[in-house]
């Protein structure tokens, strides 16, 4: 199965790169800190918000206790961007590699007539377009974490992207999604560059995450203006009964 490819080096200062580093501890601890629970060790999303976990550094051996207390003992916990060796009674549920991407200059972001903004009363539908094209995680109040917006055809909701991950001075680009019969119409790209274009408006850069086999995505986002930053993992694991 095919794989992205190398990554390119970019102009990113440290501060950035520790952030994009572990951008999901960046959002937890910054913008998106009033979603927390947890501690200054492990700190999550609510379960109906997003499945994600965060730990500030996987060097602290204190961190799988403090996992254990924060979501209980049999609990599957997700991650991203780290490899740790897993101590005796934790399970692998699954590992899979993934790409991170962040936009350059040659990104050229505008909003789009055709978009349109959704919100609480889109859940049904948002929930229905994801399940149809399953881009990634997306829960009953994932929309909360950002702008999302769609586009709708004979009024039914056919594609969408949004903005998920916040940490300090970035913004991530998710659920981008379309339906198989509209796709190759460039909605996707549109509702892309629409989602970019207000990060951008109001001071942020744009990121964004795919599995590394989704070189069809990967290439659609680097036309647009994306480069790959690194190679990630995507992984979900079960806490000891």
Not at 16 to 37: K, M, Q, R, S
Not at 49 to 75: E, K, M, Q, S, Y
Not at 154 to 169: K, N, S, T, Y
């Amino acid at each position: 199965m095919p794989h992205a490819s190398t990554p390119v080096e970019l102009a990113l200062s440290a501060r950035d790169e520790a952030v994009l580093d572990n951008p999901t501890w960046h959002a937890l601890t910054g913008p998106h800190a009033h979603f927390a629970i947890g501690d200054d060790l492990v700190r999550k999303y609510p379960d109906d918000v997003a499945p994600f976990l965060a730990v500030r550094t996987w060097d602290d051996p204190a961190v799988w206790d403090a996992l254990i207390a924060l979501v209980g003992p049999g609990a599957e916990v997700g991650y991203s961007g780290a490899d740790p060796e897993l101590p005796p009674g934790w399970e692998v549920l699954w590992h899979g590699e993934g790409v991170q991407l962040v936009e350059t200059a040659a990104l050229a972001p505008k909003p789009d007539d055709e978009a349109v903004l959704l919100g609480a009363d889109d859940v049904e539908e948002m929930l229905a377009v994801v399940e149809r094209n399953q881009p990634g995680p997306f829960k009953p109040r994932t929309h909360e974490l950002g702008r999302y917006v769609g586009i709708r055809r004979d009024g039914r909701l056919v594609a969408m992207a949004g903005e998920r991950l916040h940490p300090e001075g970035w913004t991530e680009i998710s659920a981008v999604s379309t339906d198989e019969q509209y796709r190759g119409q460039g909605l996707a790209s549109r509702l892309v560059l629409d989602v970019a274009f207000h990060i951008q408006q109001r001071g942020d850069r744009a990121l964004m995450h795919a599995a590394a086999t989704n070189v069809t995505a990967i290439a659609i986002y680097e036309r647009l203006g994306f480069a790959l930053r690194t190679h990630t993992t995507f992984a979900a694991v079960r806490t000891p009964s």
